[in-house]
């Protein structure tokens, strides 16, 4: 038994807590979530460390409540969520809270109730009190709101914990089983409740199952239980996130590729970090499922990491049908119980793989044998808001400290990634070619300033050509626009007026579904005014850039017998993604035009060709990594094409047809991009050459965002040396949702001194109104 404990509370403070622990809590464990007191609350917190002595000088408060009978956290997940609580200075309570799932977490609020003493005052047989504190007593008494400070001194009332529900809990389902059977008077003329015993004498069954078998059943099995013929339970489900059954496949007979891949992996010892660098459609997907297969049979699990699955039903579907209930999903897409009852499943060990979003990385699976980051340079990867963890870096230390494979998968990796590959950190495993007969597409860069655009539907005349001989041959083609809405910027042509978000510092998207502008950061959305609120010209007002929406209507007046759809975050709201998917999958829909969302791991077998409307819209951002992320969205966008029986092609228009980016997506030439990139990189001292810390500082009140920028800018210039700072600057996107945001890089090559600057920095700031200073340890976003 522990006297002690040391506790992270759900709350954004640093450190961890001590506490006592009552005799009747005495199996509080490590990983068990508790109920502490802090401050003038509670709260829900974690044991992160049993035993010890209490600190010397300071009243030790006592555990509330001990809530998991079976801790919550194994040990080496709460060892793992303190490093990362170390890594990315984010509170530990913080980081054991995002790795539970969403809603389960309970707090206690502190309830006056009425003391013994305190009754009696109010039957007029206690003490004579004010009148003031009578009156309070008698609403405390009423379930009404009184200050209660004062009754609680005078020991009429009493402060009792009481607990919150958490949001999500197990779903429970009634179920009947038969005690004894009845006499035949009991069922003689009864036919339903003869039916019920019949059925139940095969077992229990669940209500609804035995309703579905006798109609009628609920009336027939009230009345038998109150002959004390059959008894009613309840009993735990799950709600089902998968349809319910789904034909099992094989392992594929693997290439000689694949084969070697799968031999060093399974070769491996203890932690052992591995890059996959595989062309798309190199069959990377089967290498990672016989690998985890060969992990299953040893007795032990996995954890397979996928951005926004909920993009890709197809890769989950793999899973499912190669792994059947071994399997887990934990995602967004799910809702907070679904996720839970997934959770559970992963956590009594019913089910072993846990294939998810980022988050999953905390998935309860042990023992772990392996995890798979699949196409792991993807930014989503990366948490931008609360705890600023990188899937990707935690999965490696996961990883290491259980002793596990980490394979990270690729056609596009990452340059840290590659850069510790190219140092022998990660063993390099390649699938230099398709895992079938198709060659990789062939890529054709159109250069726009030759080839000028359609206004309408942005097709240059080579790939208008294109797209008339796929629609003509009856194949399928997917058009890559990385801006959604009708028109991306609105103005009117009388005064200039721009119409701008209120609220962030972008334009306004004017969007035809709806007839609105929208913020694409905050979710803003107003009228399309009849005139000019400026200067109130009528019918000024002018729509240019184009974007998504726009595209699919123009090309549906350009291709009248084409069937276009779009794909993008306003056509994929709920189940708008699986459908399209499906239609798509169908053959039902010819072109498909869209956003990033086009360039995920789809596998569709009936698309030749893919067209790249700009690929410049990336270029142009101000980030270090914009070149990485162009060259990557481009492969990924031309690995779509030709995974069928048929050759694809793929045409990039741009207007820098020289770039790197470009250049090498064109020859599918990674290791070249990867050269070109990394001296760029190194010259600046950027990633991997070194290491970034950004401090986001934002606030609604500007110059107070101003004067803590000042704070940070002077703390900078007495910082000793070994790192640089860039900065303070205003941030690309100066306003979010109401806030003015600053920014402040900090650069160093060793990440000590790199975290003991960017330390001092936070300390330097005098707080001041609602202004937030945030550290970002390796920080993806630069906006
Ligand atoms: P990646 O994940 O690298 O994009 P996939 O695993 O999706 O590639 O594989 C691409 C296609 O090749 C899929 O249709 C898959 O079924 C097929 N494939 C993969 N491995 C093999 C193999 N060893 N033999 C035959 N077909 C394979
Ligand atoms: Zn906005």
């Not at 992160?48 to 010397?56: K, L």
């Not at 276009?564 to 798509?584: M, P, S, W």
Request: aromatic share 6%.
């Amino acid at each position: 038994m522990a006297a002690y404990v040391e506790v992270a509370a759900f709350l954004p403070v640093r450190g961890t807590y001590c506490y006592s622990v009552p005799a009747d809590l005495a199996a509080a464990r490590v990983g068990a979530r508790v109920l502490v007191p802090f401050g003038p609350r509670g709260v829900t917190g974690v044991i992160v460390r049993e035993g010890g002595a209490a600190p010397a000088g300071v009243a030790v408060r006592a555990v509330r409540d001990l809530l998991d009978d079976t801790p919550a956290f194994d040990p080496e997940l709460v060892e793992l969520c303190l490093w990362v609580a170390e890594y990315y200075e984010a509170p530990p309570g913080e980081v054991l809270r995002a790795a539970l799932p969403a809603g389960t977490a309970q707090s206690y609020a502190q309830r006056p109730r009425v003391t013994p003493l305190g009754e009696a005052t109010l039957r007029g047989e206690g003490p004579a009190i004010p009148a003031a504190l009578r009156r309070a007593l008698a609403a405390v008494a009423a379930g009404k709101r009184a200050r209660v400070a004062p009754l609680v001194e005078a020991g009429l009332v009493a402060l009792e914990a009481e607990r919150s529900r958490p949001r999500v809990a197990a779903r429970t389902v009634a179920t009947v089983r038969l005690l004894r059977e009845p006499d035949a008077a009991e069922v003689a003329r009864a036919p339903r409740r003869a039916a019920v015993v019949e059925a139940l004498r095969g077992g229990p069954m669940d209500m609804p199952a035995l309703a579905a078998r006798v109609p009628g059943a609920a009336g027939a099995v009230r009345a038998l239980a109150a002959a004390g013929i059959v008894e009613r339970g309840r009993r735990e489900t799950q709600r089902a996130v998968w349809p319910a059954t789904v034909a099992p496949t094989q392992p594929l007979q693997p290439t000689p590729q694949q084969a070697a891949a799968l031999a060093e992996i399974a070769g491996a010892d203890g932690f052992a970090p591995f890059l996959l660098h595989g062309v798309t459609g190199s069959g990377k997907t089967e290498v990672y499922l016989q690998a985890i297969a060969r992990v299953i049979a040893a007795g032990k699990g996995a954890i397979v990491l996928v951005p926004e699955i909920a993009l890709t039903p197809q890769l989950a579907a793999r899973f499912r049908a190669r792994f059947g209930d071994l399997c887990a999903v934990l995602h967004s897409g799910l809702s907070d119980g679904e996720r839970y009852d997934q959770w559970r499943r992963l956590r009594a060990g019913e089910a072993r793989i846990a294939l998810g979003a980022r988050s999953a990385v905390f998935a309860p699976v042990a023992p772990l044998g392996i995890i798979v980051v699949d196409e792991e340079h993807d930014p989503s990867f990366k948490q931008e808001e609360g705890v600023r963890y990188h899937a990707r870096d935690v999965a490696l230390m996961r990883a290491r400290r259980a002793g596990a494979a980490c394979v990270l998968g690729s056609a596009t990796p990452s340059l840290e990634t590659c850069e510790n590959a190219r140092a022998g950190r990660f063993r390099l495993l390649e699938l230099p070619a398709r895992a079938t007969a198709r060659p990789l597409p062939e890529v054709e860069v159109v250069d726009l300033r030759t080839f000028q655009p359609d206004p309408e539907t942005l097709l240059s005349a080579p790939l208008a050509r294109a797209l008339a001989e796929s629609l003509a041959a009856g194949d399928q083609a997917i058009l890559f626009l990385n801006r959604r809405g009708f028109a991306t910027f609105v103005v009117c042509v009388g005064c200039g007026h721009a119409f701008r978000c209120a609220h962030c510092s972008v334009s306004l998207t004017y969007h035809r579904a709806g007839e609105r502008l929208r913020c694409h950061y905050c979710g803003h959305s107003e009228h399309v005014p009849i005139s000019c609120p400026k200067c109130h010209a009528p019918e000024t007002i002018r729509r240019f850039g184009l974007g998504t929406e726009r595209v699919e209507a123009a090309l549906g007046a350009r291709f009248p017998g084409a069937r276009v759809a779009r794909l993008d975050r306003d056509t994929a709201e709920g189940k708008g993604l699986r459908d399209l998917l499906d239609r798509f999958a169908r053959r039902e829909i010819d072109v498909l035009v869209g956003t990033q969302m086009v360039t995920k791991g789809h596998d569709f077998p009936g698309v030749t060709l893919v067209g790249v409307l700009l690929a410049d819209t990336a270029l142009s951002l101000p980030d270090f990594r914009s070149a990485e992320r162009t060259f990557q969205l481009l492969t990924q966008v031309a690995g779509r094409a030709g995974r069928g029986d048929r050759a694809g092609r793929v045409l990039i228009q741009t207007y820098a047809p020289e770039h790197p980016a470009v250049r090498c997506a064109r020859t599918h030439d990674y290791h070249a991009f990867f050269a070109a990139e990394s001296a760029a990189r190194a010259e600046l001292g950027y990633p991997p050459h070194g290491r970034l810390i950004a401090l986001r500082i934002d606030g609604s009140v500007e110059h107070e965002v101003h004067m803590t920028a000042h704070d940070v800018a002077a703390a900078a210039a007495r910082l000793p040396g070994g790192v640089t700072v860039l900065g303070p600057a205003e941030a690309p996107l100066r306003r979010l949702m109401g806030r003015t945001r600053w920014r402040v890089w900090v650069k160093g090559a060793e990440r000590g001194a790199l975290r003991a600057a960017a330390r001092r920095l936070v300390e330097a700031v005098e707080p001041r109104g609602d202004v937030r200073v945030s550290v970002d340890v390796d920080p993806i976003s630069a906006l």
